[in-house]
């Protein structure tokens, strides 16, 4: 597919990768690129917006007595996973809001590019701990880390995945979003949110086994979605 736009003089493709109309990065000289980028103007980005991220589950389960305790004191109510692929349009809003709309006593897990609808956000911290109430564990490929945390905090509290207080709510986009749904199935994970609709090559009969078999729920009204959530707090 031809490339669209005045940037192709700045993208390189390597190995297996390819694009019509840029140059290629052969046997690892990566000359071109560097020369290309010395060319280049410096950037100039004028902010001080700070942004949170760089968690890891190794730094969080560093933090297990804290957040075991904090759930058994109550002031953990609940654990959001907001996480999947980002894509145009104003689907994506409902996450943002999601995320905005939630009480102090719950915690963000997040991966992947969706949460770049709502990392620009200040959480802070769950009331009386110095826990962080958004957690940004990485890309898509870091979305083990939630699956990690969770199975920890399970073993802890000595209760299977599905009982723990948490919700997970998935945005897709492509297939790595799904690659990670299929994956959390193959676990067991039950009562599963995503958006902003239905995978397109899903049809209606697979949809309804899945439901039937795994809970799995398309999204809604943010605030009816996020009461109906919460209200399973009181359960688990």
């Known amino acids: 597919m031809p490339i669209k ?43 001080d917006q700070e942004l949170v991220t760089g968690f890891h589950h190794e730094t969080v389960l560093g933090m ?18 907001i996480a999947g692929c980002d894509a145009p349009g104003k689907g994506g809003e409902y996450y943002r809001e999601l995320a905005a709309s939630l ?60 009982e723990l207080p948490v919700s997970i709510v998935l945005s897709w986009f492509e297939q790595k979003a799904v690659a990670i749904l299929l994956g959390l199935f193959s676990l067991g994970i039950q009562d599963i949110r995503i958006g902003p609709k239905a995978p397109e ?7 309804q086994i899945l439901q039937e078999r795994f809970g799995l729920k398309l999204i809604g009204d943010v605030q009816a979605d996020m009461q109906a959530m919460l209200l399973d707090s009181a359960t688990h």
Not at 201 to 207: C, E, K, R
């Open 5 to 47: 736009g005045s940037y192709a003089d700045r993208f390189f493709s390597y190995d297996v990768a390819g694009l019509e109309g840029v140059q290629k990065i052969e046997n690892d000289d990566f000359t071109p690129l560097i020369r290309r980028a010395l060319e280049l103007p410096e950037v100039k980005i004028e902010s």
């Open 201 to 207: 090559f899903i049809s209606p009969g697979v949809l």
């Open 103 to 162: 009480p102090p006593e719950t915690v963000i897990l997040t991966t992947s590019c969706g949460k770049f609808r709502f990392n620009d956000v200040d959480y802070g911290v769950v009331p009386g701990t110095d826990i962080p109430r958004y957690i940004d564990l990485g890309q898509c490929n870091n979305s083990i880390s939630t699956v990690k945390i969770a199975y920890a905090l399970a073993e802890a509290f000595g209760c299977e995945v599905n």
């Open 64 to 81: 297990a007595p804290e957040i075991i305790q904090a759930v058994k004191d109550g002031k953990i109510k609940r654990f959001f996973v």
